[in-house]
């Protein structure tokens, strides 16, 4: 005996030093998910192997769940030590009696032994062996809790679903904390037989298998008799569900960059992304089969993307679905007018109220001509905005210079498409050119932002980019074209000043665009075929403006307006100064503005750093000297867009600054004629 006795523990130790070591975290490696802002699920990825496996722990479901499974499965569990030996003896006893496994005695930490360490032979004594082998070491190794976690995590469910996230996902729709007591004791039975009692095969049986769930609840005191009753009437469709697949484009792009991540965190908004995607998906039905959206909602503070929607349909080939058209280069059509007044109103050649000629005009071998086809004749810079007018837009940056405004563009960080074989015309104030849906929404949040351009930031696990100083505007014009804008008329289904929008109609009728902001969000909305097509009928005004509007108001949007920066000039076109009142009235109409060549700022040159002694004391710097050449008396000179002093006639002046820093410096004569310098003062 005393040799058996010592045997037996030379035997026990070889036994388990022949197994394996025990890789719990191998198991866990399932699929890849991605998140929103606030960890909500936006898309998951299946694994290598085709599963449906999501991370999840006892916090992620309902207590009430966990009750009724360690009532079914395991109500030793807190006391036990990974066996259930008493349980184990009971089912002994029963095979013995029957000559069949009438209960298998397993606990959960031996059915998570189990799936950690399958065995080859599933109801043999040897592998029950292993499973008590196993359990023995996971309890030593892991709490309840992580124990809990592994069978949450790993149980199977019925085809490719394994644990209790996937499969509350599948079969209902929902995380596992929301289900009703119906659906938590479905989920409790399904790992007992997950081929057997799968609702979409066998109905009945999976009613069968969960009733008994809810009797043994009952008789557990986890319920009462009326609740018991109630969840056994519950119905059950039977039909799996297909997992959410959320701002698709973005998400499958996360992916595919970087496979092994198991977790992407985007500043997506869910709820946001989900009703936006609804939103274009109803809108694109009543255009035509080949249609299609995109969408981009940005928060203009952080410059993080709140929403983004690539297409009506990721996975419908009619529409391309799989392109995500925010990327894709498109004519904007007037939406970059903005930016035109911008940067006239930044120059100091124009102001919200200057007036601007809306007749028949020819540059060159170009005549422009406005959307109906009619003129207006004199109007303001505000209502030619605000009515989206083609010949004053065309007017300004022939001003203002076409190579100019690009360099603009291009410098605020927008990849712009234009040909090769010729220069940048006039034709690009009304579209001529390619650029994206995302560039354009930056664009305008730059405008929100006074000027300052965000980089766009979609991913909350990623280091953010480098910040970088991008200006489409200076405040003080960034703000004119706010107030401009927030004026536009709105469409039907909206009330006016709630936003500052603009749309854009291209050539064709082949894209059309609206994109709006307040000072808290800006959104930019796109319409048109992914092959370019043409799209009868296809006008902002009437097809994206409301769209636009839909969104803002589904967003929750503040409508607070910009806030006016110091300086702005408020007045009617009679109080402004004279040069202001009227563009280049009785200036010829020349391509690329040369006659405004005539007029130089001598000093300060440009890009010059002058030494004011602003470091020091400020209040005993030296003035600047502003010296002009050319031009014709009188002259305004203009600061940060601000007028210094009247009209002289002189060609010199002085400015004091009131700190360091960059500074516009801008003089106009009284031909309308402009000239301007970016100094550094210090």
């Given at each position: 005996m005393s040799v058996l006795g010592l045997g037996v523990p030379a035997v026990w130790e070889n036994y388990l030093s022949s197994l394996p070591p025990l890789d719990t975290q191998a198991a866990?490696?399932?699929?890849?998910?991605?998140?929103?802002?606030?960890?909500?699920?936006?898309?998951?990825?299946?694994?290598?192997?085709?599963?449906?496996?999501?991370?999840?722990?006892?916090?992620?479901?309902?207590?009430?769940?966990?009750?009724?499974?360690?009532?079914?499965?395991?109500?030793?569990?807190?006391?036990?030590?990974?066996?259930?030996?008493?349980?184990?003896?009971?089912?002994?006893?029963?095979?013995?009696?029957n000559g069949r496994i009438v209960s298998g005695g397993s606990t959960i930490t031996m059915q998570v032994a189990r799936l950690v360490d399958p065995p080859q032979e599933q109801r043999s004594l040897a592998a029950k062996l292993r499973q008590i082998v196993r359990a023995l070491e996971l309890e030593r190794t892991h709490s309840k809790a992580e124990i809990l976690d592994l069978y949450l995590a790993l149980a199977p469910y019925g085809g490719n679903l394994e644990g209790v996230r996937a499969a509350s996902i599948s079969w209902?729709?929902?995380?596992?904390?929301?289900?009703?007591?119906?659906?938590?004791?479905?989920?409790?039975?399904?790992?007992?037989?997950?081929?057997?009692?799968?609702?979409?095969?066998?109905?009945?049986?999976?009613?069968?298998?969960?009733?008994?769930?809810?009797?043994?609840?009952?008789?557990?005191?986890?319920?009462?008799?009326?609740?018991?009753?109630?969840?056994?009437?519950?119905?059950?469709?039977?039909?799996?569900?297909?997992?959410?697949?959320?701002?698709?484009?973005?998400?499958?792009?996360?992916?595919?960059?970087?496979?092994?991540?198991?977790?992407?965190?985007?500043?997506?908004?869910?709820?946001?992304?989900?009703?936006?995607?609804?939103?274009?998906?109803?809108?694109?039905?009543?255009?035509?089969?080949?249609?299609?959206?995109?969408?981009?909602?940005?928060?203009?503070?952080?410059g993080e993307v709140l929403a983004h929607v690539g297409s009506a349909d990721h996975l419908g080939t009619e529409r391309a679905g799989a392109i995500d058209m925010t990327l894709a280069l498109r004519s904007p059509g007037s939406a970059l007018k903005p930016f035109i007044y911008a940067l006239a109103f930044e120059s100091g050649i124009a102001h919200p109220e200057t007036l601007l000629d809306d007749r028949p005009s020819r540059y060159g071998q170009y005549a422009p001509e406005n959307f109906d086809l009619t003129f207006q004749g004199q109007v303001t810079a505000r209502r030619a905005l605000q009515n989206s007018l083609n010949v004053p837009a065309v007017e300004l940056l022939n001003e203002v210079g076409p190579a100019r405004f690009l360099a603009r563009l291009r410098n605020a960080g927008a990849t712009i498409?234009?040909?090769?074989?010729?220069?940048?015309?006039?034709?690009?104030?009304?579209?001529?050119?390619?650029?994206?849906?995302?560039?354009?929404?930056?664009?305008?949040?730059?405008?929100?932002?006074?000027?300052?351009?965000?980089?766009?930031?979609?991913?909350?696990?990623?280091?953010?980019?480098?910040?970088?100083?991008?200006?489409?505007?200076?405040?003080?014009?960034?703000?004119?074209?706010?107030?401009?804008?927030?004026?536009?008329?709105?469409?039907?289904?909206?009330?006016?000043?709630?936003?500052?929008?603009k749309t854009g109609t291209s050539y064709g009728y082949r894209d059309a665009l609206a994109i709006g902001f307040d000072r808290k969000i800006t959104?930019?909305?796109?319409?048109?075929r992914a092959d370019n097509g043409a799209v009868p009928g296809l006008v902002a005004r009437q097809v994206a403006a409301p769209v636009l509007f839909d969104a803002f108001a589904r967003a929750g949007a503040s409508y607070e307006p910009i806030v006016p920066p110091a300086n702005v000039i408020v007045s009617t076109t009679a109080g402004l100064p004279p040069p202001l009142r009227h563009l280049r009235k009785d200036a010829p109409k020349t391509v690329a503005a040369a006659s405004t060549a005539q007029l130089k700022i001598a000093y300060p040159p440009d890009g010059a750093r002058v030494d004011l002694g602003l470091k020091g004391q400020p209040q005993a710097?030296?003035?600047?000297?502003?010296?002009?050449?050319?031009?014709?008396?009188?002259?305004?000179?203009?600061?940060?867009?601000?007028p210094v002093g009247t009209p002289d006639l002189r060609r010199h002046t002085q400015w004091r600054p009131d700190g360091s820093g960059f500074a516009r410096v801008s003089v106009i004569d009284a031909k309308g004629a402009s000239d301007s310098v970016v100094v550094r003062l210090e």
């Open positions: 866990l490696k399932g699929s890849a998910v991605a998140v929103d802002r606030n960890g909500k699920l936006l898309r998951a990825f299946t694994t290598a192997d085709g599963r449906w496996r999501l991370p999840v722990s006892t916090t992620d479901v309902d207590p009430r769940y966990l009750a009724m499974l360690l009532a079914y499965e395991d109500r030793r569990f807190y006391s036990h030590h990974g066996v259930d030996w008493r349980s184990l003896a009971r089912a002994a006893v029963q095979m013995l009696r209902f729709g929902m995380e596992p904390r929301r289900l009703s007591y119906a659906e938590q004791a479905l989920l409790v039975a399904l790992p007992q037989a997950p081929e057997a009692r799968r609702p979409d095969r066998d109905l009945r049986a999976a009613l069968r298998a969960r009733d008994r769930i809810l009797a043994r609840a009952l008789g557990s005191g986890l319920m009462s008799a009326q609740e018991e009753a109630a969840a056994k009437h519950e119905t059950l469709s039977g039909e799996r569900k297909p997992f959410p697949a959320l701002a698709a484009h973005a998400t499958q792009a996360a992916h595919l960059a970087d496979p092994e991540r198991r977790s992407l965190q985007f500043t997506i908004d869910q709820r946001l992304q989900q009703t936006l995607e609804q939103l274009v998906k109803e809108s694109v039905e009543r255009l035509g089969s080949k249609v299609t959206a995109a969408m981009l909602v940005i928060d203009n503070a952080t498409a234009m040909s090769d074989e010729a220069p940048a015309g006039l034709a690009i104030a009304l579209g001529g050119l390619g650029i994206s849906l995302r560039d354009i929404a930056r664009l305008y949040a730059g405008l929100a932002r006074k000027g300052d351009v965000p980089d766009l930031v979609e991913r909350r696990d990623l280091p953010p980019p480098p910040r970088r100083q991008q200006q489409i505007s200076e405040p003080v014009a960034a703000w004119y074209v706010d107030d401009v804008l927030r004026g536009a008329p709105p469409p039907m289904n909206a009330l006016a000043g709630g936003i500052a929008f959104i930019a909305v796109w319409f048109g710097a030296s003035a600047l000297a502003l010296k002009a050449q050319g031009g014709v008396a009188p002259f305004i000179w203009m600061v940060n867009g601000v």
